[in-house]
């Protein structure tokens, strides 16, 4: 525990407080204002043919520059009852995508310098890994019900009443154990970190060089390439090794900060029952890319390439 980084810690719970309470504050001020109607107006038409709700077509705008804001104003919409559960679902996990394009396009030329071929290769398969996750959660989102038709999900909720909301009795309730998880989540990233060095050189296909590749994921990505930069210069990695390792750190990296942040934000603007739901189809559908891929990066290190 002496080694934890506590300062790290906590400015991760106060960036996940200021997410929390700002996408929240943000997102109420969206809805109250009908800015998607209002913006998408001249769009509907297409929208109702096409079947995609005008609020999660508008969060998409958002997320470009905030997907936490984007995921926010989709829970306030799903408060309001403007989307059902499915909508609200599949319109949050759609949010991850406009955010990372934009990361990728500064972050490939970075890859490239640092791992050269390798580093290349990594950037375009997690970048086509991350498109084929949002063509599915679009097509997933697409409803089934006539234009104009509401769900009769959506029905009940709008006749229960539950869209009244309190932004203060909302923090109070959701802040605790958001901020609980991702401690938790924190604490036990070293641990697993640890685990992949120790025992990751005693696994097969990758040698320790791919291994410790691997576990800089868990630092940064770009520590992560440095690494496999470094490996392919000394020849302790080929370029086959250095994709699988890049990626196999990648898919351990992501998970972990699927526990430590997704699930902590999400917690703290989504029921319970929303969370579920959405850690269920982000983490099946994350295993299932990431799997493929790393699958794939290990048929050439199996060839001997």
Known sequence: MNGLDWTGMLKGMGYLVLSVSGGIGLGRAIIYFSLPERILASMLPHLKKWRIPAQALFALGVSIGSSRAGSAFIAEAYRNDLLSEKEAIF???????????????????????????????????????????????????????LPGQVSPELADRQNSGTGSFSFFGSLARTLPPSLGFFALAYLATPVLQGFIEERGAHLPLLSAAGWSVAAASFAHVNAALGAAGGALASGSLTTAQAVLALLAGNMLAVLSRVLRQDIAFWIGIF???????????????LLAVMSISVTAAAVPVLWGW
């Open 271 to 285: 029921p319970g029952k929303m969370v579920r739901s959405l850690f269920a189809w982000n983490l099946a559908t």
């Open 91 to 145: 319109g949050t996990l759609l949010q991850s995508f406009p955010g990372y394009l934009k990361r990728w396009a500064v972050s490939f030329p970075v890859a490239a310098a640092l791992a050269g071929s390798a580093g290349i290769i990594y950037s375009l398969v997690v970048l086509a890994r991350s498109f084929c996750r949002f063509v599915f959660f679009l097509c997933m989102l697409r409803g089934k019900e």
